[in-house]
């Protein structure tokens, strides 16, 4: 803490306060209150300042260097707590607890509260369509337990992992805004570097078996575990106590929070960290959400709907039932124009139920009057699905507040004759004044009001000796003197008292609905839920007859055709009409062997083909004109290239570590994406590899789909069952290539290479001079000597330069390459 000389700067009883506060919570920056401000000092103020933008001042003796200071306005402070926290500072409110203290003249304050990125509620500080997610890991001997929770919407969730990699593709799929952990955990560097995650490092005391088995315990009201299905799973248990010890610690009080729930396999798709970017699902590949598949279908009318159609794309399916059924509620509102209009236009009334009940308790009749307005939309809904529109709830809501969020009358006699005395106390007295005026004569009587003695009648010397016997004398003036009555005592009462009569009684009734609503928290969560589910059924349903998708048939097991498939994110971009294509796997057709040039449509082919397997598994319709799906278990993706600067790791071996990923998990009931294997290396590392991984998959019996530039691989059509050639059609109009972007039977004739880069906008001079190496080379003329460095071949020359003839170097090549394998 950078702190002046104790000669300079006399240290405040306030400052000493400051600093107290301070000493308990030096990993946050504290906004300590006092009156209007939040106000910081020392190294904070630096830190504050500089962040904000905001001045930095001093406080402390003339003298002195000062101690440093900002500050920002109470009423605004969650704008700058906002920026703060994105600037990945942790920011803790210190309020006034307490009454004064007599001795110091200081009031009583403490933390009330810890903001940090995992912890934010407050809506103008979140993206209401995205899930707010604090991560925990406990690790021990090589195993990994989890545990996500979202505050705002009472989420909790926990599973146990074999391996970093599985670590990884969980961090990929919740994107935790915040990450805990212990000091030991051993792949703080290597993990964290890949999502630009700094870890907040958490006490290892909470990790304990048996504390955190207690804290679990203790929060939810139970003996045991058995209930939460984790009795048995010692890391979960870990994880989920540390999570709930670190919400506490930063809440400052124990909020509602749905049981555990224990993420299961089995149940949905695994979808690894580069299957979610290289598809781009939730996200493009710059980070937002236009131009990915999230994007292209998220109409719906709640956040909460929105939120829940992005988890149903990050875990799509994997039991044909629980697919048929959400897909048959999509096939009813697609077949009543009118139910899902209404059901739309009603939704829209419905606010973030799951959000309100977190931020319930800083604006509660606010958020109360929230909830009112959406119970009242959703008891005009006539669902298909099954909904508990809670007509009680509703009902003692609306018999307490009035569409203003205000206390209704007749709730309580006191509280309205204290509103009564706030809105009518100035008629009141002027009523009193005219009267008195009439009764007196004293046209120049007047009701006044001062400290020292309230309301009071002043009368003008000149006419004092009019006053009556039931005028009270209090104060004589320099030309008036003052009076009281009964009367005007007992109305100064009333309204004086008003405004602490309506608080008080407004909090004692707000506090009773706050805590009804509490316990009907269980219930308006699954409401909510289904609210959610609602929204997302419906919405499909409106982007399916919007994009012309039709309901696929699904299947547990076996072949699967796409008839005209299309890429639903390109479509919505192109300015003409997009390319369909047509796309099956059988026990003839299990790989697809792709060949043709860049910038012909391969990776749109390749990607269209698991986004409509993706839509058809979360329940979808799917942009094709039939589609017959296979259930898949898991879609693996190796699409482009890039080093790995923060691991140090080249273009080739990220390559090859993905690689490495699918041969060692993929199934025979997956789906499998590879797009130009071996690229990354020499020629003949590359062909041998992507040889032996396409026969790899072949054997294994995955539905592939493989692209290459390596067009001798066409030739493992003729010796492995189920690997089928395919390319792209082209034609050529003066020796200018045009992708007609449809598959065929059969592989590419030649590359497209020069002609592409002459289309890319290559130099001229280059391009001339390639297409003069390309005839040397295919000529076997191998010194080159005109405008270049002699290159001169000594040893036997490399093979791609001996081809004589596309037969003979391929049955010499399968011959050395299969050698071995």
Known sequence: ?????????????????????????????????????????????????????????????????????????????????????????????????????????????????IITPGTLIDEELLDDSKNNYIMVISYKKNAMGIAFADITTGEFQTTELKDERELIDKIARFKPSEVLCEESFPFKKEIFNIFNIKPTIIPEWTYVFDTAYNIICDWYGVKSLVSFDIEGLSLSVCASGALLEYIRGTQKSKIHLLPIKRIKEGHNMYLDISSRSNLEIIENIKGGKKGSLLGVLDSTKTPMGSRLLSKWLSDPLLIKGEIEVRNGHVQQFYGDEALRTETREILSEVKDIERILSRIKSNPLYHINSLKFSFRAMNKLNSPIKLDKLPDILSH?????????????????????AKEAKENGNTWLLEIETREIEKTGIKKLRIKHSKLYGYTFEVPNGQKDSVPDYFVRRQTLANTERYQTEELLEIEEKIISAEGIIENLTKEITTELVSYIAENTERILDSARRIAYIDVTSTLAKVALENNYIKPNIVETGDTFIKEG??????????????PNDAFFNEDTRVYCLTGPNMSGKSTFMRSIAHIQLMAQIGSFVPADYAEIAIVDRIFTRVGASDDLATGQSTF??????????????????????????????????LSIAWAVLEYIAKLGAKTLFATHYH???????????????????????????????????????????????????????IDKAEEIMIRLTAHELDVTEGMKTVSYKRKPSRVFEIKSEEDELEEFEMQTTEGL
Do not use: W
Not at 35 to 57: Q, R, V
Not at 65 to 90: D, F
Not at 566 to 579: C, G, S, T, W, Y
Not at 662 to 672: K, Q, V
């Open 712 to 766: 001798e691989l066409s030739k493992i059509e003729e010796t492995v069952r189920g690997v089928r050639n395919f390319c792209i059609t082209i034609e050529e109009v003066d020796g200018v290539p045009i992708f007609l972007h449809k598959i065929v039977k059969g592989a590419a004739r030649k590359s497209y290479g020069i002609s592409v880069a002459k289309l890319a906008g290559i130099p001229f001079s280059v």
């Open 653 to 686: 071996m990220v390559e090859m570590n993905e690689v490495s990923n699918i041969l060692n998990n993929a199934t025979e009931n997956s789906l499998i994406i590879l797009d130009e294997i071996g690229r990354g290396t020499s020629t003949y590392d590359g």
């Open 397 to 417: 809501i609306e018999n307490y507040i009035d569409d203003e969020a205000k206390i209704k009358q007749d709730i309580n006699k006191q509280l309205d004759e």
């Open 1 to 113: 803490m950078n702190m002046t000389k104790d000669n300079d700067v006399k240290l405040t009883p306030m400052i000493k306060q400051y600093l107290d506060v301070k000493k308990e919570n030096e990993g946050s920056i504290l906004f300590f209150r006092l009156g209007d401000f939040y106000e910081m000092f020392f190294e904070d103020a630096h830190i504050a300042s500089k962040e904000l933008g905001i001045a930095l001042t001093k406080r402390g003796s003339k003298s002195g260097e000062g101690i440093p200071m900002c500050g920002v306005p109470h009423h605004s402070a969650k704008t700058y707590i906002a920026r703060l926290v994105k600037a990945g500072y942790n920011v803790a409110i210190c309020e006034q607890t307490g009454e004064e203290d007599l001795e110091t003249k200081l009031f009583k304050r403490d933390i009330v509260k």
């Open 566 to 579: 299309r890429h639903p994110v390109v479509e919505k971009f192109l300015e003409n009409a997009f390319i």
